[in-house]
């Protein structure tokens, strides 16, 4: 699960990055007013990347956790 979870991480950074990057082309060349409204795609994919790694983030103290209570838990039960 922790391979599929980078890996989408990577994916929306990417995508953000890519989608940023042929709006402002498209911007360029044909005109601002067409394509403004397309970098909400680009904004969504950066809000994605960071909310994405905030939650890692937060599942991995989550996890440090329950591993200390269970240590915890087997110590008490040993005494």
Do not use: D, P, T
Not at 20 to 25: P, T
Not at 56 to 75: D, G, I, P, V
């Amino acid at each position: 699960m922790q391979l599929y979870n980078k890996i989408m991480l990577y994916f929306w950074l990417a995508l953000g990055v890519v989608s940023l990057l042929v709006v402002s082309y498209m911007c360029f060349s044909e005109g601002l007013n067409k394509w403004a409204s397309y970098y909400v795609f680009s904004i969504v994919a950066f809000l994605m990347y960071f909310v994405k790694r905030w939650m890692m983030n937060r599942m991995e103290k989550h996890m440090a956790f329950l591993k200390e209570e269970q240590a915890k838990q087997s110590q008490n039960k040993k005494s």
